[in-house]
């Protein structure tokens, strides 16, 4: 592939989400100076490698080198909070609801604080799918995780935030 192709390329698949980029970044970062070296840095390595996307939209594309950025990022400057997920949580969850659940229906202030407050792997979930509005089968490709962690990982940080946002008298 040519230089000029390439460009071209990169221009279609990658400029039109940008800004998606960015809010992934700075919600695994936590602040706005480490996501945007997060998100140059991903978009460093998506123009290198936009040879080697096959996807008609790049969205999902681009947010997954997002994320590994973001993780190797944060391996290398911080300690994350992990949290392990536990098999027999799979077997009840089933969520039919469209995206822009309760995070869209409550005070920002409120929910950017819930949000932050999150371990990152239920953040960066909630993210994807009530922001961004991606689909589990997206937000598994994105995260390279089985649809079914993704499902737990959703309805954990969805009953985490109800529970934060009960303690503050919140309605959600």
Not at 28 to 33: E, I, P, Q, S
Not at 121 to 147: C, D, Q, T
């Amino acid at each position: 592939m040519s230089d000029a192709e390439s460009k071209a390329q990169f221009e279609r698949l990658v400029l039109p989400h940008l800004d998606a980029a960015y809010n992934l970044a700075r919600w695994l970062a936590g602040n706005d100076h480490d996501a945007q070296d997060i998100a140059q840095e991903a978009c460093m390595r998506a123009f290198r490698f936009v040879a080697g996307c096959r996807a008609a939209d790049g969205r999902s594309w681009l947010l997954a080198i997002v994320r590994n950025t973001a993780y190797t990022w944060l391996k290398k400057n911080r300690s994350p909070r992990l949290v392990s997920v536990d098999q027999d949580e799979f077997d009840e969850i089933e969520d039919h609801n469209p995206p822009a659940g309760a995070v869209h229906c409550a005070d920002t202030a409120a929910v950017r604080e819930a949000l932050e407050a999150l371990p990152l792997e239920f953040r960066e979930a909630l993210v994807l799918r009530e922001i961004e509005g991606l689909s589990y089968k997206e937000i598994a490709e994105v995260a390279g995780l089985p649809i079914g962690t993704v499902m737990s990982r959703l309805a954990r940080a969805r009953r985490e935030l109800r529970v934060a946002f009960e303690r503050k008298g919140e309605k959600v």
